[in-house]
């Protein structure tokens, strides 16, 4: 990107947080009425040309003034916007709602679309916690008939998995309650692989049961990403960039089409190792379906352990700050939780 000048930089910042508010395109008199600008409009108008001409501005109409461009809105957000914090009150308030509705997962999925919704009145998404690795925590072997075996696997983070196993000869309550103990006692804590390496069992039944295990546990290598929790649409179809049908048409294609969400997040967000927020911006040249949104994406969990996706969905003309803020504070929130439930 090239260099600006400190007077540069100023503008671009005024006309974005301008056209944020007003969705107006921003002349050089009302830039210098609006922030009090202490040079003229003269001098503002020569410096929206070059911004102009670098491509970070763009002039819908010969005599209309400036709106951002993508690149405008990249420079913001990567090289003048800095680190940003949500107000304390907005804080105290949200980790309140999240107190409030305990530790249920679900709850804390549907709260945090809902409170990411509100606050950057735009639309949002959150994706339960994947679990990256299934760790064995308990087996119970339920009698359920002569032949028939009920078969419960607890995982870590309270993952419950059942199925019925059907035995060739009838074996008591008693039987398999010591199968269960001596199964729990050799698999706690440990992981599909390690499981695997275990020598077999002498003991057919158990030699079964740690087979139905295994089965259970690979299911979860290659899972796709939790399911996921929207809010917030009709934020995104009111605003004026939407009043499109082609556009509107776009932004719910986004949402619903889950393939789509699947491959954005995996390549954005979940094959990364960062930690941080992911700013999108007219689809990065990647996706036509976001070519006039923006969205901010980030990862909450306990990394190797359990990891989830959570973001919004809105115009490009956003509030980068606040909405980024936002969801910050919210993966930090969220990541607790499942610390909490993980470890349990």
């Known amino acids: 990107m090239s260099e600006l000048t400190e007077r540069q930089k100023i503008i671009l910042a005024l006309v974005i947080r301008s056209y944020t508010e007003t969705a107006q395109p921003v002349g050089s008199v009302r830039l210098v009425e609006q922030f009090n600008l202490d040079v003229s409009s003269a001098t503002v108008r020569n410096e929206l040309v070059t911004l102009t001409d670098l491509g970070f501005l763009r002039q819908p109409h010969t005599s209309a003034g400036r709106i951002p461009t993508e690149d405008g809105y990249r420079y913001f957000v990567r090289q003048l916007m800095g680190h940003t914090d949500l107000p304390a009150p907005t804080r105290r308030m949200i ?108 003991k057919a039944l158990e030699q079964d049961v740690i087979k139905l295990i295994l089965e259970d546990m690979h299911k979860f290598i290659d899972i796709p990403t939790g399911e996921l929790y929207r809010d917030g649409l009709t934020n995104v179809l009111s605003e004026p960039e939407f009043s499109e049908v082609d556009l509107t048409r776009r932004a719910l294609h986004i949402l619903e089409e889950r393939s789509l969400l699947d491959d954005l997040l995996r390549r954005t967000v979940l094959a990364s190792d960062s930690e941080g927020v992911h700013v999108i911006i007219g689809g990065e040249g990647n996706w036509e379906e976001l070519r006039e949104c923006s969205m901010v994406l980030a990862r909450y969990g306990v990394p190797g352990l359990a990891m989830g996706t959570l973001g919004i969905l809105g115009p490009m003309r956003m509030p980068y700050g606040r909405t980024i803020s936002t969801v910050r504070f919210v993966a930090s929130l969220l990541s607790d939780l499942v610390e909490d439930v993980m470890t349990e």
């Not at 249920?104 to 916690?129: G, I, N, Y």
């Not at 008591?172 to 269960?180: D, N, T």
């Open 95 to 202: 980790t309140h709602q999240f107190y409030q509705a305990g530790t249920d997962m679900e709850r804390w999925m549907r709260l945090a679309a809902s409170v990411l919704a509100h606050q950057a009145q735009a639309a949002s998404l959150v994706t339960a916690p994947r679990t990256v690795r299934a760790f064995f925590k308990h087996l119970e072997l339920i009698s359920t008939h002569s032949h028939q075996v009920l078969l419960v696997l607890v995982l870590t983070g309270g993952e419950v998995r059942q199925q019925m196993l059907t035995l060739a000869e009838p074996v008591s309550q008693e039987q398999l309650s010591a199968v269960a103990g001596a199964i729990n006692e050799l698999c706690n804590g440990k992981d599909y692989e390690t499981i695997n390496r275990i020598p077999k069992p002498i």
